[in-house]
């Protein structure tokens, strides 16, 4: 039993989803929880998951476990450290830790490194962008079969790429990057109801015919048509895929890229050329996408 089969952690803010995969990608069970912060937090809510998961698989699970997490990530100590979202500053030895409470071998990865491989599984591309539009907005690509990390680990960060040198000072120390613009929390102000995003809040009130959130919708589309094309001219992949919590919306929201980039395209045979909108593709939904990277990843690029 538990031949070839994985678990795969995604350790988020708000919550762990836990999943056990097969070698494929198939999803043989999956669990989450609810995050809790700091060190002995994040252990406590990882070991729930992996309980529920063991108890969904009536004993043992496999003995190997991959994880998703945000923060600088140092793969060979296993460690993770500014995860500043989950009460992380210094450097934690998780895979140490979370090996010694359960015995298996435990691997770590940046939580967009692990989503884009779980993008690459799922999708079959070997030559992908994924391009995660949550809070912030940032990239990952697999080129040639290969995960590309970047010399200093910040390949594909392109939501600090500034767009607009008049625009609002950002996070990041710089002025007006194009996060922005092209993310979640560009989103917020639309987030009416505490329970509903603010992109689901945005698209439905855009597809009644609201002027008001139908310019709020295209002004964000045309930003993640900019990331896109960003994307496309700086690194030509084969596909470019749309992911991250925004990316639930799922066909309203490729159908606003896709015709943003025709737009963008519209004056430039050069653009045109390129053929961008049919590149752009979405995961089907709900995949834990995240969890399956983090499973299956290994020692990958
Ligand atoms: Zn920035």
């Known amino acids: 039993m538990n031949n070839g089969m994985r678990v795969g952690l995604d350790i988020g803010a708000s919550k762990v989803l836990g999943a056990v995969i097969e070698a494929d990608g198939t999803v043989v ?7 809790l912060p700091g060190a002995d937090g994040i252990l406590d809510s990882a070991t729930t ?15 190997h476990i991959g994880i998703g997490i945000p923060g600088i990530v ?9 995860a500043v979202n989950l009460g992380l500053a210094d450097w934690f ?25 779980g993008a690459h599984v799922l999708s079959g ?36 790429v500034p767009v607009d040198p008049g625009g ?30 603010a992109a689901v809040t945005l698209f439905a009130a855009a597809a009644k015919g609201n002027t008001e959130a139908i310019a709020a919708r295209d002004r964000f589309a045309a930003g993640v048509a900019d990331a ?21 919306l799922g066909e309203p929201l490729l159908a ?14 050069f653009l045109t050329a390129l053929d961008l909108p049919s590149r752009v593709r979405l995961l089907p939904g709900q995949v834990p996408v995240g969890a399956i990277g983090a499973a299956l990843i290994g020692n990958a690029g």
């Open 29 to 35: 069970a999956q669990s989450r929880q609810k995050t």
């Open 49 to 63: 998951v992996l309980d529920s998961l063991a108890v969904a698989l009536d004993g043992a699970l496999p003995p």
């Open 74 to 82: 140092d793969r060979d100590r296993g460690a993770v450290s500014h």
């Open 93 to 117: 030895p998780l895979a140490d830790r979370l090996a010694g409470r359960t015995g298996a071998t435990v691997v770590i990865e940046n939580d967009l490194n692990a989503a884009t491989w």
């Open 125 to 160: 591309a070997d030559d992908l962008a994924y391009l995660s539009l949550g809070t912030g907005l940032a990239a990952g690509f697999v080129l040639s079969g290969t995960l590309r990390r970047g010399a200093h680990g910040a390949a594909g960060e392109i939501g600090h």
């Open 168 to 197: 609002m000072a950002c996070s990041c120390g710089q002025r007006g990057c194009l996060e922005l613009v092209a993310s979640g929390s560009a989103l917020s102000a639309w987030s009416a109801e505490p329970e509903a995003p």
């Open 228 to 248: 896109v094309r960003m994307l496309g001219l700086a690194v030509d992949p084969a596909v470019i895929i749309l992911g991250g919590g925004v990316a639930h």
């Open 256 to 269: 606003a890229v896709t015709r943003a980039l025709r737009a963008q395209a519209n004056e430039s045979p």
